[in-house]
């Protein structure tokens, strides 16, 4: 029996850190089946893992979602080899489907490394959930080959989208008539949240800070929040590159109020959550940054915490009184202080957190899945194309 399937094309590896893509699809294979497309990795990569890999293979990941794994030549990024690459990865995908027996509804490619793929019907939902451009240092990306990717894939795109507004302005030139739709990072609501009993005495105490830790982070707003001897709980792994910011991430672990647990199950995280007061969004306030949407954000607020972040325009996108913005390490330092030791902090607790909580509720990726289905299949006015022509790519911020 056909089933009709989205295909999702992702920026990284099913099993590397849960981000947007893995908890949009997610919520989205609550609703329809959803063929998620690893990056192609090296056959000579390949080669020293597994012996006997294939060319490509298809691995079930739940219930809804079948993950593809496919290999690419060597150095796919060079100009050269990108047509060999892309028919490659385009080939991959249509031997998935016929091995699934799919139609497509529609193809989301999330991802600077990789253009829609040839012969795959659909709609053609471009989301940009990073600024590709800006961090392509970062993620040791090829500013050009991004460019080319991003140019080519907009040009092709039934709708371009991205993750705050300030990302979708900078992408706008790009898209010529078109909007650019805003799709931000969602959370997932707490089940038992309502329920579970708090203990807002001196149990109570920690600032908590989720997420990876790298360069995004502002180490002088944390050093500054550690100064004060608020305790500190740090989730998440080490991702950094930079040896002088190792430097400050061992300085930070090894202060004497602060308690690293590493990376833990996200089933997990509402437990050890559970004996915080405050929740910490500390990020430099980069262009790169400046067009993200921290995940952790929404993630606190589902947990019934209170915020504080750097000064970033998805805060001020969310339009909420529950984010405290810090505008330079002594204020943040300051706000976190006063939430952790204000005395009064248990009156009325309840009703704030469950005031946080429903906030996050109508932010949560389940509510982000239903747009992006409303965006690949609009109502009959909405003018969507029933056949695509290609676009000339229009000059803007990404050239």
Aim: proline fraction near 7%.
């Amino acid at each position: 029996m056909t089933k009709t399937y989205l295909v999702y094309i992702a920026g990284a590896d099913w099993d590397g850190v849960p981000g947007t893509d893995r908890r949009l699809t997610a919520a989205l294979a609550r609703r329809l089946p959803v063929l998620w497309v690893d990056p192609p990795v090296a056959v000579h990569r390949v080669a020293r893992r597994e012996r006997r890999w294939p060319v490509r293979r298809l691995v079930v990941e739940g219930q809804n979602i079948v993950r593809l794994q496919s290999v690419t030549v060597p150095f796919a990024s060079r100009r050269a080899l990108l047509p060999i690459a892309d028919a490659l990865n385009a080939w991959a995908v249509r031997w998935a489907l016929r091995k699934l027996e799919a139609d497509v509804t529609a193809v989301v490619v999330a991802t600077p490394r990789a253009r829609f793929p040839n012969r795959v019907r659909g709609s053609r939902l471009l989301y940009l959930t990073d600024d590709w451009v800006a961090g392509a240092a970062l993620m040791k990306l090829p500013l050009t080959g991004i460019l080319g990717f991003l140019r080519s894939n907009v040009s092709r795109a039934d709708v371009v989208a991205a993750v705050t507004p300030e990302l979708a302005a900078t992408v706008q030139g790009l898209a010529a008539d078109r909007p650019v739709e805003i799709l931000p990072n969602g959370c997932e609501p707490v089940v038992s949240a309502g329920e579970r009993p708090r203990d807002l005495g001196d149990s109570v105490s920690a600032a908590a800070l989720v997420g990876q830790l790298n360069e995004r982070l502002d180490f002088d707003v944390l050093e500054a929040v550690v100064a004060t001897g608020v305790p500190v709980l740090v989730i998440g792994p080490r991702t950094e590159r930079d040896p002088a910011i190792t430097v400050r991430i061992d300085a930070l672990l090894a202060a004497e109020t602060v308690t690293w647990l590493g990376s833990v199950p996200f089933a997990e995280l509402p437990d050890h959550l559970a004996g915080a007061a405050v929740g910490l969004t500390p990020y430099r306030v980069t262009s790169f940054n400046r067009a993200s949407f921290p995940l952790k954000t929404l993630e606190y607020l589902a947990n019934g915490l209170p915020v504080v972040s750097t000064d970033l325009p998805a805060v001020h996108w969310l339009n909420t009184d529950l984010i405290i913005v810090g505008t330079d390490p002594g204020s943040f330092a300051a706000q976190v202080q006063r939430i952790v030791c204000d005395p009064a902090r248990q009156a009325g607790a309840d009703a704030a957190r469950r005031r946080r909580i429903d906030f996050a509720a109508a932010h949560s990726w389940d509510v982000r899945a239903g747009h992006l289905l409303a965006l690949v299949h609009p109502g009959p006015s909405s003018g969507l194309r029933a056949t695509r022509r290609s676009r000339p790519a229009a000059s803007g911020a990404f050239t």
